[in-house]
């Protein structure tokens, strides 16, 4: 079971003090050995459905923005509205 605590940062606890060795030591680049490591860590991390969601969304909005700004309809539009397209086209 992991249990995660506060601990202030200039108290003389035990393990707060091996905790503060460790975070050093993998700062400078002493970290387990590979083989030492547990199998989980060799595999890709999950990934959120909602972030790729997102992530597909603002790279579709991304394409459709070149698209329009190349298109010859934009130069006709922006003299009609120059808030084309409506926001409420853009969050969808």
Known sequence: KF???WISAHSE???NERVDEEAKAAAEGKSSHWTTLPD???YPLPF???SLVQETKD???VKWKQAWDKSPRKAQYD???DQFPPRQYLAI
Request: a positive charge; zero cysteines.
């Open 40 to 42: 989980k860590l060799f």
């Open 79 to 81: 003299k009609i509205d």
């Open 59 to 61: 790279q579709a909005k």
């Open 3 to 5: 249990t995660m605590k």
């Open 13 to 15: 606890v035990e393990r």
């Open 48 to 50: 959120s459905v909602s």
